[in-house]
């Protein structure tokens, strides 16, 4: 699947949570709410990029938006995960990147000079109508997660 821009109908997607449980986009529903894809947990990037929503945390809730972060990893290493850092943010398992895909954050990318097949960085502000407002791909961890809540509280 391409890109998805502001409008486009968020995919549908049902994934099990650090502990297992289900989470799916109807569990959303008439609410803003933030899914990123990141390639795995316990990496630089991507812990420096869940401690910097987790650090936001407050301000999210204010805002009543909620985050979840997506990668292929196990609940178990999930949980690990957010153990060790602290993380309060939702890790939710897609294993066989299907959700990746229908978002276009799996796919071919650069890496070292490389062309790889993988996670595509990729961030999704969805509104309480389902559609996306906002996606942001090829993103760069530091910082992200403050361009996000700008974006939030306009």
Same mark, same amino acid.
């Given at each position: 699947?391409?890109?998805?821009?502001?409008?486009?109908?968020?995919?549908t997607f049902?994934?099990?949570?650090?502990?297992?449980?289900p989470?799916?986009l109807?569990d959303?529903?008439?609410?803003?709410?933030?899914?990123y894809?990141?390639p795995?947990?316990?990496?630089?990037?991507?812990t420096k990029?869940?401690c910097?929503?987790n650090?936001n945390?407050?301000?999210?809730?204010?805002?009543?938006?909620?985050?979840l972060g997506?990668?292929?990893?196990?609940?178990?290493?999930h949980?690990?995960?957010?153990? *060790?850092?602290?993380l309060?943010?939702?890790?939710? %398992?897609d294993?066989?990147? @299907?959700? =990746?895909?229908a978002?276009?954050? #799996?796919?071919?990318?650069t890496?070292?000079? *490389?062309?790889?097949?993988g996670?595509?960085?990729s %961030?999704?502000l969805?509104? @309480?109508? =389902?559609?996306?407002?906002?996606? #942001?791909y090829?993103?760069?961890?530091?910082g992200?997660?403050?361009?996000?809540?700008?974006?939030?509280?306009g």
């Amino acid at each position: 699947m391409g890109a998805l821009n502001a409008g486009d109908a968020a995919p549908t997607f049902t994934l099990p949570d650090q502990d297992g449980k289900p989470v799916s986009l109807a569990d959303f529903a008439g609410r803003q709410f933030v899914v990123y894809f990141y390639p795995r947990d316990d990496t630089p990037g991507c812990t420096k990029e869940a401690c910097q929503f987790n650090e936001n945390l407050t301000a999210f809730n204010k805002a009543k938006v909620p985050i979840l972060g997506v990668s292929a990893d196990s609940a178990e290493k999930h949980r690990k995960f957010r153990e *060790k850092y602290g993380l309060k943010i939702t890790l939710l %398992t897609d294993a066989d990147h @299907a959700a =990746g895909e229908a978002f276009g954050a #799996w796919g071919e990318k650069t890496m070292y000079g *490389k062309k790889v097949i993988g996670v595509i960085r990729s %961030t999704f502000l969805i509104g @309480a109508d =389902g559609t996306i407002i906002r996606s #942001w791909y090829y993103v760069k961890a530091d910082g992200h997660a403050a361009k996000v809540l700008a974006e939030i509280q306009g």
